[in-house]
């Protein structure tokens, strides 16, 4: 039973053994996310529990969409708002850590399949060349960091640094050239 | 040659024992790529393998959840448990409620028949 089945058998009994199945699938990245942000496995472990209540209690009031992203989302502010009381003054820092939103998925939806497949070839062929060969290694060839390294000679951090750009810079340009047509 | 589009496509979640297999190293090949993409492509995971990285060690990793995952069936009875006790006082003033006016008609009922 998938994460929307299970939100929506306890949106509408409000049974909350449905609730604690689904909250059990996300304990370890609730805890990882909260040792990222906390440092401290005892106050990651206090985090967990105030997002599992914090959660139970939205969801008697709100529907949620695309619960794993939500998770996310209230997992970090509760994590940043603990830093906050601990740290007044420093949240600007913290701010710019954030990850952005992802809203690949979307947009791949709102294409046509064959359009999309077509545009990102040509997207791809205009990206720097490390760029391109990390990419096409990564997700087409499926290698991992290491191989990749050893492959192109390039540091991981490197490899890490051309999957991300290069992933943003595609969509950029699949973005450009739709709008064109 | 797999499909571009698997680039902006999200793979399945990583099972506990993947995590701890990439934590502690153990991971190779297809297998390690596997997880490399899925972390990649998730900020969420990428967190919180990034928050685990740091623990000095994922020996203790099962034992964690398990005992968060304890405590959380136990919140959830008590909020249950909560919300059971709240309904039976509002249950109550409406049968108080209930009977008080059936009295009261009874009574006028009776005054009207017995005076007029």
């Known amino acids: ?181 | 040659m797999n499909d571009l589009t698997s680039i902006w496509q999200q793979e399945d979640d990583l099972t506990p024992e993947q995590v701890k297999a990439y934590l502690e190293g153990r991971l190779q090949g297809d297998a390690l790529a596997q997880v490399e993409r899925i972390i990649h492509d998730s900020p969420f995971i990428a967190d919180a393998i990034d928050g685990l990285k740091s623990l000095p060690t994922a020996d203790h990793l099962d034992e964690v959840v398990n005992t968060l995952n304890k405590k959380l069936h136990q919140q959830l009875a008590q909020a249950k448990g909560k919300r059971q006790r709240r309904k039976i006082p509002s249950l109550y003033w409406s049968i108080i409620a209930v009977v008080l006016i059936l009295l009261l008609c009874f009574l006028g009922y009776w005054i009207v028949s017995s005076y007029f």
């Open chain 1, 1 to 181: 039973m998938d994460d929307q089945e299970l939100l929506r058998i306890y949106a509408t009994g409000k049974d909350n053994f449905y609730l604690g199945i689904l909250l059990e699938r996300y304990t370890l990245l609730i805890f990882g996310v909260s040792m990222k942000y906390l440092k401290n496995e005892e106050d990651a472990k206090d985090a967990v529990q105030q997002v599992f209540l914090k959660v139970a209690g939205e969801l008697q009031k709100y529907q949620v969409a695309y619960f794993k992203s939500w998770l996310y989302m209230v997992t970090r502010n509760h994590c940043l708002m603990q830093l906050r009381h601990k740290n007044q003054g420093r949240h600007h820092v913290l701010q710019a850590d954030m990850p952005a939103p992802v809203d690949d998925l979307a947009l791949l939806q709102k294409f046509e399949r064959e359009t999309l497949l077509e545009n990102m070839h040509e997207a791809l062929q205009d990206l720097s060349e490390g760029q391109r060969t990390c990419l096409t290694l990564f997700y087409l060839e499926k290698k991992s960091y290491q191989e990749i390294a050893t492959t192109t000679g390039l540091d991981l951090q490197q490899v890490k640094s051309h999957i991300q750009n290069g992933k943003r810079n595609m969509k950029i340009l699949v973005l450009k050239k739709m709008q064109s047509v």
